[in-house]
């Protein structure tokens, strides 16, 4: 092959990943008008200066990882200071500029982030009110009650989207959080007061607006009861499901019968398990404090709420006895990863092993309880007041 095919053949080759950086947008911009970071652009654009200062270009050597590493790296706590220029800025205009960039941000990111896109998959329309159409109806339907539009076949599943079904459970497993983070900023900052604009947001890519923390708390409220009432829905609408004898209904109940049979030939007594009603969509969960452990001689009970869209949608755990847990909200909702999604017995397994995991390494995404989670990663002190506390509720769990 002649020298200049060989040339033609590279240059082609230079066009594509993993020699060209893949390209990276931002989505969360409220349709271009909200910007995140000094780096991430209100028209979507991810600033990553690799064309720019020397070893900070792109390398055929990183791959995808290094892509999300960087953009984690740039939702610091200091976003400020990403802007070039601004990294070594400490004057007291600019620690003034750092605070609120920080408070605007934090708003936007509860309303834009958090809240509208739940609001949009529960069907929530502005002010509050819900529309009329079921968030599970199929294209075309009326939204009416009719007899004949619940009846599904084995081929109408309804279609699930898994990522708003992840920002739900998230959203309970959060929502002491949100509450929490909203009631500080309520109380220092004022209603209506205006974004203040950053010396380096120009027009069209900026972050304006004002605050109103007191419509924010309003709107987290109605999407946890939003949330939950469609969690109970579950119950009737599976067993509609069991009546129409669907696989999902028989399958869960296989796979109830199987777990409970496999605990006995274990010799497992601290999990007891019960379908509520005969309902294979509502399981009873008690768990039994190992001796020995730091919830010895505990009684606990838990309700495990299925969908009958399981497992594109996932079963969401409520906590019935009073805990002081880390992985149990303060609404007492628990937090829990699965090693797989799609069949109970890893749902099990994770729920016990959330709550008699004693020395878990540091999990942000484990902070569903924000005075356990201070306790039990900050000081030696502290770790003491958690455990004491725990024991507490243990304690009277068993009365």
Known sequence: MRYQELKQIQQGADLYYPAKPPSVQALTTNQGRCRFNPNIYASGKVCFTWSGEPGEQWSSAQGLESILISIQSL?????YENEPGYDNAHTAKDNVWKVSY???IRHENLRIAVIEPLESS?????YGSTSKVADRAPEGDDGDDDEDDQTLSQNDKPIVDRFADLRKRRFLWYFSSYIQTIDAADSDISRKRRFQRMPFESQGNTMDGHFDYPELRRRVVLLREKIICETHNWLSEGLGVKKQELSIAS???RQYEQIVEDLKRQGNFAVDLELVDTNPFLWAFTYFGRPMSHLDGGIFRFKIYISPSFPEEQPRVFVETPVFHIRVSREGVLCYFPRKTDEMRYHIEAIVAALEEESPPYDPRTTVHPEATRLFWGSLEGRKKY????RRSVEKSAE
């Open 122 to 126: 529960l069907g929530i329309l502005p």
């Open 251 to 253: 399958n869960l109940q």
């Open 102 to 104: 920080v408070e605007k």
């Open 387 to 390: 455990n004491r506390a725990l």
């Open 75 to 79: 939702l610091s706590n200091n976003p």
